[in-house]
């Protein structure tokens, strides 16, 4: 079985500040993993993911995300955060012999200008 | 189009109706999933189809619950006697083949059992 964790329900940062949302997962085997963005009445959007590789991933609006298998993490960092990026971040994973990917249950990230 | 289009957007159905909801993928994608979120949580997993073959339907909470995609790219996920915990936003997205692909979601179709 694959799970994740999205231990902050909420993250307040003020605009021009560094963002962190973390995120831990769970899986059998090799884990895929993603970050996706939804903003009020919309569905959900591919922000980045993590296939193989270099474990610093960048992804889109300059947001980028950091694996480590040690801790079983895959963080979302901006260096400096907009009013903008202000919505819910959902963290999943995806086993590669599963068809389905995993959701955690969202962090409403909250930037003040 | 060029996303994923589902319909309808809102739907109002009175305990014990029966309510089919529709999803078209982005064309060409061959990975067609069902999602449904309830409010203030993240999606949770339905079923999930390759072309026309349904691979997992592990998700589906009821045998209430039924989702086909007979020539492969449109689907329907249709719920029978809706109850009021059915009441939730309902997802599709649809991806490359392969797992490494990430999912393209549609904006859902939001239903109210009363």
């Known amino acids: 079985a694959q799970s994740v964790a999205q231990p902050e329900d909420q993250v307040n940062v003020a605009e021009g500040n560094p963002l962190t949302v973390k995120c831990t997962y769970s899986?059998?085997?090799?884990?895929?993993l993603f970050w996706y963005v939804q903003y009020p009445n919309r569905g959900l959007q591919f922000l980045l993911k993590y296939i193989t590789g270099d474990n610093l991933v960048k992804g889109s609006y300059g947001f980028e995300a950091e694996f480590n298998k040690s801790q079983t993490s895959f963080h979302l960092k901006k260096p400096s955060a907009l009013v903008s990026d202000s919505a819910l971040y959902f963290c999943a994973v995806r086993d590669f012999n599963a068809g389905k990917s995993t959701f955690g249950d969202g962090t409403t990230l909250t930037v003040k200008p | 189009g060029a996303g994923v289009s589902q319909s309808p957007r809102y739907k109002v159905a009175k305990r014990g109706q029966d309510v089919a909801l529709r999803c078209d993928p982005i064309?060409?994608?061959?990975?067609l999933f069902w999602y449904q979120q309830a409010l203030g949580q993240g999606p949770e997993f339905l079923t999930y189809f390759q072309n026309e073959a349904q691979l997992d339907k592990s998700g589906l909470p009821s045998d209430r619950f039924f989702a086909e995609r007979p020539e492969g790219s449109v689907s329907t996920l249709k719920i029978q006697r809706t109850q009021q915990e059915d009441s939730a936003v309902y997802l599709c997205a649809s991806s490359h083949f392969g797992d490494t692909g990430e999912l393209f979601f549609g904006e859902g179709s939001r239903l109210t059992v009363l």
């Open positions: 064309s060409g994608h061959v990975s």
């Open positions: 899986v059998s085997g090799n884990p895929y």
